[in-house]
């Protein structure tokens, strides 16, 4: 598995798919799925209104080929409220985001460490919660594990914190090499 970082935009930056956190608390939606929101002039918004979608955890929404992002398919992933984000709520979505990737055949993706700065958890902690669940999800089949591709995107601000993070999956995690 090989992780990426980009500290540009999430609509600013090419993605095969893009898989994005969303609170079923934060009408509108915040952080960077409130900026897709933003950039798809309010569709995600309209689509809570509606009631068809709610941010239940484990909740999925894509959304193909979204108008104004560059990417092929963005993917809503549903956490619940904010304030009971945890660790490991953040390691079951990542395992199970990877889960869906996986079925869909999809081998790049980028994502972002929802609630970021919103919650009570540290980013470092996030980011080693998410690659430990993507890096469990896929070690079943090291085949799947070396040809998957995955990119955080993330603002310059929590460089330090993603470092310090991918450190303590280093740490933690015995993954003999197999995540760059």
Do not use: Q
Request: include cysteine.
């Amino acid at each position: 598995m090989k992780l990426n970082l980009t500290t540009r935009p999430p609509d600013r930056e090419r993605h095969k798919c893009l898989v994005l956190g969303f609170f079923s608390d934060e009408k509108p939606p915040r952080g960077f799925c409130g900026l897709m929101d933003w950039r798809l002039n309010g569709m995600i918004s309209r689509e809570i209104k509606a009631g068809h979608i709610h941010g239940e955890f484990r909740e999925k929404v894509a959304i193909p080929y979204p108008e104004r992002i560059d990417s092929d398919l963005l993917i809503l992933f549903g956490l619940g409220n904010l304030p009971d984000l945890s660790y490991s709520r953040v390691y079951d979505a990542a395992y199970e985001m990877a889960g869906v990737m996986d079925a869909m055949k999809f081998r790049d993706f980028s994502f972002d460490l929802p609630g970021e700065g919103r919650s009570a958890l540290s980013s470092a902690g996030m980011l080693e919660a998410m690659v430990t669940g993507f890096f469990d999800a896929l070690s079943g089949d090291i085949n799947k594990l070396t040809a998957m591709n995955i990119c955080l995107v993330t603002s310059g601000e929590r460089l330090k914190d993603a470092a310090e993070g991918i450190a303590r999956f280093h740490k933690n995690v015995k993954h003999m090499g197999s995540v760059d």
